[in-house]
């Protein structure tokens, strides 16, 4: 599906959002897979900016030379990786994490 100026309710691990659908090209009504990259989410305070947002578990935290990788725990269980320039959140806390629907990528068109 790809209509101009378009919107879309999408229900991402239980929050319901509206999105802009865009130029890119979404496929029908229904379940859809998506990819979002690690470095899209944004953790604790700065989750704020974003459209979607979900309560997490840091899991673990990582350091690779210049970046930190957060290992997340997901509502339903799910894992999530998001690596940033800093640490964002300790191992253990409970923070919320976000993003826009625009760093969502359908994996089927």
Known sequence: MAL??????IVVVGVEA??????RRWPGPGRVAVALRSE???LAAEA????IRLDVEVMDVVYRGTNVDHLLRLPDGQPLLVTATRQQAERGARVPVGFDAKD?????T
């Open 4 to 9: 101009a100026g378009a919107t879309a309710s």
């Open 18 to 23: 509206e999105i802009a659908l865009g130029d």
């Open 40 to 42: 899209a989410p944004l």
């Open 48 to 51: 704020d900016r974003t459209a």
């Open 104 to 108: 969502l990528v359908p994996l089927e």
